[in-house]
């Protein structure tokens, strides 16, 4: 049997016009502001134990290591917190006399926090910037030609278009014997959470996406080895590691001493530095310094 020419190229025609339409549509990614949802973030991040489990291993964390800086430098801290959100670990840090700049991308984010601040008998050293990473450098140019000591960027990482560039920026902002602090959604925990959970269809689901209207699961997280690979190349040197909520999210089981909010948070600070339990943590903490 003979195919003609003109059939061929039919035949090719509508192989091409098949590529195209299955050809997938590309979003253009863009940084993640919770401006319109500020009250449901509140409230989910922050209104529970998950939220106190959270605080109780920053707080661990980085309250350590900036009193030891201050007592090195002999002088309060200069702290930079990007994307704070509700800011409380900054807020906290500027109640223990330390000058804080707090940033966010979020108005309504920022007004929470700011009326925490204004339930404080202290007079605390803040100043406040609404706008995106971005443009902070402008906006910091304007009040300080200083870098900062401490640099915190929590629940960032994963809500940025280009995640990678933020790290130029510290690079910029940060003093010569300074730290940074980043914690961050660890992807791994979502899949071994939907194992425990017996939800294989969406781990099967490879154009799974959450619903980042009211969703607080990241879409593109990024893994720790990746965050650790961007370290190097910067030359940071990494100081500790934490795991944030290292068992609690797995257990669809209360039971014992599961129920006794305190015990929970213990154990949790117990486990969280230790190996491997603390690479489960639903969020991980890295607390790095830049190398010579």
């Not at 990678?164 to 300074?178: C, S």
């Not at 609690?248 to 230790?274: C, T």
Request: charged share 25%; net charge negative; glycine share 4%.
């Amino acid at each position: 049997m003979q195919t003609n020419r003109q059939d061929i190229k039919n035949s090719q025609a509508t192989d091409s016009a098949e590529q195209v339409i299955k050809k997938p549509i590309e979003v253009t990614r863009t940084d993640r502001s919770f401006d319109t949802i500020a009250d449901h973030f509140e409230k989910k991040v922050y209104g529970g134990l998950k939220g106190d489990i959270r605080l109780a291993v920053l707080r661990r964390d980085i309250f350590a290591y900036s009193a030891q800086m201050s007592k090195t430098l002999g002088r309060p801290l200069r702290i930079l917190d990007v994307g704070a959100g509700l800011a409380q670990i900054a807020i906290e840090l500027a109640a223990q006399g330390h000058t804080l700049a707090i940033n966010d991308i979020s108005v309504n984010m920022l007004d929470k926090a700011k009326e925490s601040v204004e339930q404080s008998t202290q007079n605390l050293d803040i100043t406040w910037y609404v706008c995106p990473y971005q443009a902070l450098e402008e906006e910091l140019a304007v009040n300080t030609t200083e870098n900062f000591d401490l640099i915190m960027c929590h629940a960032l990482l994963e809500w940025l278009a280009e995640p990678a560039a933020v790290m130029d920026f510290f690079d910029r902002h940060l003093t010569e014997n300074g730290a940074i602090s980043l914690c961050f959604y660890n992807p791994a925990s979502f899949d071994y959470r939907n194992l425990i959970m017996g939800n294989f269809n969406l781990l099967d689901n490879t154009e799974y996406k959450a619903d980042n209207k009211k969703s607080l699961t990241p879409n593109h997280p990024v893994a720790k080895e990746e965050v650790q690979s961007w370290l190097e190349t910067h030359h940071y040197h990494t100081l500790l590691a934490s795991g944030l909520r290292v068992f609690h999210d797995y257990s669809p089981l209360k039971r014992g001493g599961h129920n006794d909010p305190e015990a929970v948070i213990r154990m949790e600070l117990r486990y969280s530095q230790l190996e491997p339990y603390k690479w489960l943590g639903r969020y991980l903490h890295l607390l790095a310094t830049r190398t010579s």
